[in-house]
């Protein structure tokens, strides 16, 4: 299995413990700049870019999780991390479970933003990846990200907006592309048994492309996980609701 040196970068007191986030496919770390201040006022802040994002290369073809989770693996080993806390936004919480559950030694707390243990075979990655390969990021950028925002935020936040879709259009359509091949229709709800990390599962109450129940049944199958809905925020609620995401990740990542 080739290992892919991912673009990197930490943040925060430098002997602070140590809490990995995970964006979602489509979007670099800057989709976490709004908890920034927050967690990096007591924890140190590793943040990478998938495959394909920013400045992490690209390998054509699909990828499978195993090959995700081994890339973040290898950085981890690198700076001999031996233990560090895990926060999965969106489908990129699917990647934090492989972790959480493959090496539960490794992972002291575990935290998703509007994720899932499972998609639906009949979703629309694959049509996407295709158009993606065959066409480029900017025939799917709307149909992608539509449902990173609510309405009322758009218009409220229109230059959030446009910086965002900016940057999943910036994204090579390998990288998004062997992204859509390693999520579509995975279902990983064998896995949260093995989950051991105490773990919080934040819902968001509009989010029309993984909608609450998705956070219900992935709390329900973490052995004592905490679930918590946040309300009037879409898909990337850790933007659109940062006040309420921030006081729930770090309490419970810190106190």
């Keep these: 299995m080739a290992v ?6 930490f943040d925060g007191p430098r002997h602070a413990p140590v809490v990995l986030l995970l964006a979602p496919p489509g979007a670099k770390w800057t989709v976490w700049e709004p ?9 140190r802040v590793l943040r990478v870019n998938h495959r394909g994002h920013g ?17 973040l693996l290898a950085l981890v080993d690198e700076f001999a991390l031996e233990r560090v806390s895990v926060v999965g936004a969106g489908l990129g919480g699917m990647l934090a479970t492989w972790l959480a559950a493959t090496r539960p030694g490794r992972v ?6 509007a994720s899932t243990a499972r998609v639906p075979r009949a979703s629309p990655w694959p049509q996407l990846a295709a158009r993606a390969r065959r066409e480029g ?8 990200t539509r449902c990173w925002f609510t309405p009322g935020f758009g218009d409220y936040r229109p230059d959030v907006v446009k910086r965002l879709a900016e940057e999943f259009a910036g994204v090579a359509a390998a990288g998004f592309a062997g992204w859509c091949t390693a999520i579509a ?6 896995l949260l048994s093995r989950v051991r990390a105490p773990a919080l599962v934040v819902a968001a109450a509009h989010d029309p492309l993984l909608p609450p129940g998705h956070g219900r049944r992935l709390a329900r199958g973490i052995p004592g996980a905490r679930l918590e809905t946040v309300p009037a925020a879409a898909h990337l609620a ?3 609701r940062a006040d309420r995401v921030n006081e729930l990740l770090t309490e ?4």
């Design 4 to 9: 892919v040196p991912l673009h990197y970068r």
């Design 35 to 43: 908890q920034m201040p927050e967690l990096t006022r007591e924890l």
């Design 55 to 71: 400045s992490s290369p690209a390998p054509g073809g699909g990828y499978s999780m195993d090959e995700l989770g081994a890339d």
């Design 108 to 113: 002291r707390r575990l935290a998703y933003v």
């Design 137 to 144: 990021m900017a025939a799917v950028v709307d149909e992608a």
């Design 185 to 190: 229709g995975l279902d990983q709800r064998l």
């Design 238 to 240: 850790g933007i659109e």
């Design 252 to 255: 419970h990542l810190v106190r």
